[in-house]
């Protein structure tokens, strides 16, 4: 594999919080008091398929030429922008423009030493980008690989059970028409795959293609000519790229709900599959005498049968007998499941008959990626005939009759919990109160911070709830009080419950900075007097603070300086124009002497082309620049200024 140079490794907060915080900057003497979110970096691994082929659409008539994705990439504006890639490159990695989110997404480029039509794809290279993922986990925020289409719902699928304890995003995609044609899919999905992995954390293997993003086992290639080829048939797309984003996050998979463990644990990879398994269709043309053939196989460990209906064999004493002789004689493992696309799970559908499995509810992909998992965990057959069925990576739904809910009751959570425990099978209790913790409370707690219900988050800490745990955003329920101006809730978190108080969400924000957009001078103090900092991206912070200067917002410029952060001197933009020079290109002298008096501003240093606030008020007075409406009283005003500041 070519990795084109060690990329450093990204500094972690916690195992599932990737932010990556600079520690606060001792500038000049002064502490500045902010924390600045770097842009996630991503590795994009080219495995295999058309995207980056010369040649014909055909895959199989592609040539793919080395180094060729990088340079394509480099030139589409949208996925790449060079000049700031230039003046900000980070070990060849490449950078997207700003997105609608105000952040950038850093990516390297890594391909693989033989760049294959994916139908040649086997076991060993799946088993290989597992091994890169693991290799390169703590250096990337988040994993995309393109894939070529023909093997991407086998790719996708098998990693969901190769990445153990995955806590970060892992998008594959592709593309039925290369990068080289001017009309293409790979750009959009490749696009949409950048977006979703470099500002959402969704902790899955996921497949990115026609606008959507499918959990990667639930996935069926049901079209061969279509860019929309690839469906889940029984579950909603996680996510749907339109107008806006929108993620349904109720459906992203709960690490903890399907393989609880108490302490969050770095990724691991699964032991290797057992891959003799084989899938026979069932039709009224197989014979009792070709199973039987099948399943005196050398070395075979499972069958996997693609049954009528619900997962139904035929019924025929013969072919129960050679099914009853393999099993209990020859130790292989049967599998009944359904050749039917789609197929919803019924309530008490029995999972095990006559030490068969039958599971309809899982796609032939899931079904042999599942048993080759557990097969190469050592399990016994007994402990396979129980594990098979549950939901371990939410390739198929786990069937639970919930009681009705009560949302009246006074003490609510004590009604989740016996919700939970008469729901929850065999469950621990101790556990449903960590599913609480991690999967419950946050969401339920940022709701009710919103809506100010301030009683009811009492409610949740008498009942053990942690008010310091984020939601899938990031953001915690002092957040969501402090965006929403809650003063007794946020009083409350931070008096009572002493709750963190610059918890970072995903995008980098802290509450205070929720506190500063709102313009509550009070609270904003209150923040500074429990010890908040604001903390935003770098960048977004240089445009609100470059936009104050331009437009002659002082009240901003104010609660900015006073809600800690001193050194506005480090705030330039691209060009190097700090806020002394939008200050004078709208002449506006109030700011000017705020900058001179309060904040002690350095007005000697220099944009790109060389020049100091001081020069440009010159150059606009001598009308180098032409403005409309020159206010000469200003413009002198900041010129006796900033030449009184020179002479000083």
Request: charge should be negative.
């Amino acid at each position: 594999m070519s990795s084109g140079g060690e990329t450093p490794k990204l500094k972690s907060q916690g195992s599932r919080h990737d932010t990556t915080n600079s520690s606060l900057a001792n500038i000049g003497g002064a502490q500045q008091n902010l924390q600045v979110l770097n842009d996630r970096k991503v590795l994009m691994i080219y495995a295999s398929g058309a995207t980056a082929a010369e040649g014909e659409v055909s895959e199989s008539h592609m040539t793919v030429l080395k180094g060729r994705l990088e340079q394509r990439l480099k030139n589409i504006s949208f996925l790449c922008d060079l000049e700031y890639t230039q003046y900000h490159n980070q070990e060849g990695c490449l950078t997207t423009p700003i997105s609608e989110f105000g952040r950038r997404t850093v990516y390297k480029v890594m391909e693989l030493e033989q760049i294959t039509n994916s139908r040649q794809t086997s076991y060993v290279d799946i088993r290989h980008i597992a091994e890169i993922i693991k290799e390169n986990y703590e250096k990337y925020s988040a994993f995309v690989i393109l894939s070529g289409i023909a093997t991407i719902t086998y790719l996708g699928t098998n990693l969901s059970f190769m990445l153990e304890n995955l806590q970060k995003t892992v998008v594959i995609t592709g593309s039925l028409i290369p990068l080289s044609f001017m009309r293409n899919d790979a750009f959009q999905n490749i696009l949409d795959s950048l977006i979703l992995a470099g500002h959402f954390l969704i902790p899955e293997v996921v497949i990115v293609m026609d606008h959507k993003a499918y959990r990667a086992n639930r996935c069926r290639q049901l079209k061969c000519d279509s860019l929309d080829c690839i469906e889940s048939p029984n579950f909603p797309p996680l996510v749907e790229f339109g107008i806006n984003i929108e993620i349904k996050w109720q459906l992203v998979l709960r690490r903890g709900e399907q393989m609880f463990t108490n302490d969050e644990s770095t990724l691991e990879l699964a032991p290797p599959f057992v891959t003799d398994i084989i899938i026979i269709k069932i039709t009224p043309y197989t014979s009792v005498e070709h199973i039987r053939h099948i399943l005196n196989t050398p070395k075979l460990r499972c069958c996997i049968l693609e049954c009528y209906h619900f997962g139904e064999m035929p019924h025929n004493q013969e072919l129960y007998n050679v099914l009853l002789y393999a099993q209990q004689q020859l130790g292989i493992i049967l599998i009944q499941i359904s050749q039917c696309t789609k197929g919803q799970p019924i309530i008490n559908f029995k999972k095990v008959v006559n030490g068969i499995i039958v599971q309809y509810d899982i796609t032939p992909e899931s079904a042999q990626a599942k048993i080759a998992y557990l097969l190469g965990k050592g399990y016994s057959q007994q402990e396979i005939l129980r594990k098979f069925p549950q939901n371990l990576q939410g390739e198929t739904e786990s069937v639970r009759q919930f009681e009705k809910f009560e949302g009246q009751k006074q003490h609510f959570i004590q009604t989740i919990l016996e919700t939970l425990q008469k729901t929850s099978g065999d469950e621990q209790i101790s556990q449903n109160m960590d599913i609480m913790n991690k999967y419950i409370i946050p969401n339920l707690g940022c709701f009710l911070a919103t809506t100010g219900q301030l009683e009811l988050i009492k409610d949740l800490r008498r009942n053990e709830g942690n008010l310091n745990i984020p939601d899938f955003d990031g953001r915690t329920v002092l957040h969501l009080a402090a965006a929403n101006k809650q003063i007794e809730i946020i009083k409350y978190l931070i008096e009572e419950v002493h709750a963190e108080i610059n918890p970072i969400d995903y995008l980098g924000y802290s509450p205070m900075y929720e506190v500063l957009i709102s313009r509550d001078k009070e609270l904003l103090l209150f923040f500074q007097q429990n010890g908040g900092i604001i903390s935003a991206p770098h960048h977004v912070m240089v445009d609100l603070i470059l936009s104050s200067g331009l437009n002659g917002d002082l009240q901003m410029l104010e609660l900015i300086f006073h809600g800690g952060i001193k050194n506005l001197n480090e705030f330039v933009n691209v060009d190097n124009r700090n806020i002394a020079h939008m200050a004078v290109m709208s002449m506006n002298s109030k700011i000017i002497k705020f900058l001179r008096f309060k904040a002690k501003f350095d007005f000697s240093e220099r944009d790109r082309w060389g020049s100091t606030p001081y020069e440009n008020a010159i150059e606009i007075k001598s009308k180098k620049i032409k403005l409309q409406m020159l206010n000469e009283v200003s413009i002198n005003e900041i010129i006796e200024m900033l030449a009184t500041i020179g002479n000083e």
